[in-house]
């Protein structure tokens, strides 16, 4: 059963691979400038391939320093900060794990569960379900921090159309948690789905 699932896993991560790697677009010609001087053309290195940039408006979750601070639970556990992520090269599901990672940019009043050890192998998206790898390297902390690394991602994921529940990986495997005290065996659904 193991075998099974571990062969699911990996043919959705082949296939979200594939949906989330960016498409080649031709780029126009544009006419040669007048005969004085020769045009200088940019130089291309073999191999690389112009990705068209795009960008977002995306609501982000991170930890309310106040609850943080006082663990007075009149203060929300979250509040939500909008940014705009840039993304291309990779799909915006990823750009919006590696924007929290990055963490916020009112610090004064929010802060992410991310340290900055923590390393995001992927994200890949196949039938709903945001498939978040991370390597194992750098995954430690108390259960208050991977709470938090838990409920930024799948509320900030979850609040896309493209995305209804968030399963974690560690080191592109199933685990049981990712710093050893939240079960992350079965996928989350947000608060708002």
Known sequence: MKKILILIISLVLVVSLAACSPKETETPVEPAPPAEEPAEEPVEEPGEEMVEQQSADVTLYFGNNEYIVTGDEQYEYMLTEIQTITYGEIC????IVRALMAGPIDTDTLSTGF?????????DVFDGIAY?????????????????IISQVVESLTSLDSVDKVQFLVDGQEAESLMGHIDIRYPFEGVEK
């Open 92 to 95: 915006l599901e990823e750009a």
């Open 115 to 123: 340290h900055e050890n923590v390393v995001l192998n992927s994200v």
């Open 132 to 148: 978040v790898d991370f390597s194992s390297e750098g995954l430690y902390g108390g259960s208050m921090q991977e709470s938090y």
